[in-house]
């Protein structure tokens, strides 16, 4: 069965860094998009960024951009997300998440992980 | 202030049906037929509930479904449960420099 499995949140001061990881399993993990999404305490969800099968493409949220880089390593099926200079306006929970479709954008996510939570704060 | 605009709160008696809007523009809601919504539970991992507008994906009740009018989408829920209480989430493509875009959430009560 498909399984997402995030790891690597956690405290970060203001200014800080911290890298996410999104171990993928009981799917092919190269045939596939994948997207982190967020959601801070209490609110809404919040798309990200968003990377290609093979890492062609790549996107992300204005909110984040010139930050976050997403990347993925189909050899170990992972996806990860590098944070650097975190605000306390990124604290959320941090979800990778499946676009259904083989080697292509469907635009919806069929699949997500159960999380894990970034904090920002001094 | 999120991009596609859904009501706080709705709320219905078991049974009964309730339908939960999500407006946007024609540049994502209006313009495209890549609507999708999500359930959420407290604590929990959203899950997909509709996509492109109006079809469930396997396992999903027929008691939900989806439509699309202008730029506004809807859910409807039929026949409502008490596991339905959930948070809901309309998303949509987007043609702006965002991929995606999500509505700020419905909560539904079952009372």
């Known amino acids: 069965q498909v399984q997402l499995v995030e790891s690597g949140g956690g405290l970060v001061k203001p200014g800080g860094s911290l890298r996410l990881s999104c171990a993928a399993s009981?799917?092919?993990?190269?045939?596939?998009?994948m997207s982190w999404i967020r959601q801070a305490p209490g609110k809404g969800l919040e798309w990200v960024s968003y990377?290609?099968?093979?890492?062609?493409?790549?996107n992300y949220a204005d909110s984040v951009k010139g930050r976050f880089t997403i990347s993925r390593d189909n050899a170990k099926n992972s996806l990860y997300l590098q944070m650097n200079s975190l605000r306390a306006e990124d604290t959320a929970v941090y979800y990778c998440?499946?676009?259904?479709?083989?080697?292509?954008?469907?635009?919806?996510?069929?699949?997500w992980g159960q999380g894990t939570l970034v904090t920002v704060s001094s | 202030q999120s991009a596609l605009t859904q009501p706080a709160s709705v709320s219905g008696s078991p049974g009964q049906s309730i339908t939960i809007s999500c407006t946007g523009t024609s540049s994502d809601v209006g313009g495209y037929n890549y609507v999708s919504w999500y359930q959420q539970h407290p604590g929990k991992a959203p899950k997909l509930m509709i996509y492109e507008v109006s079809n469930r994906p396997s396992g999903v009740s027929n008691r939900f479904s989806g439509s699309k009018s202008g730029n506004t989408a809807s859910l409807t829920i039929s026949g409502l449960q008490a596991e339905d209480e959930a948070d809901y989430y309309c998303s949509s493509y987007t043609s702006s420099s965002t991929y995606v875009v999500f509505g700020g959430g419905t909560k539904l009560t079952v009372l």
């Open positions: 990377i290609s099968s093979s890492s062609s493409y790549t």
């Open positions: 009981g799917f092919t993990f190269s045939d596939y998009y």
């Open positions: 998440a499946r676009e259904p479709s083989f080697a292509g954008s469907d635009y919806y996510f069929d699949y």
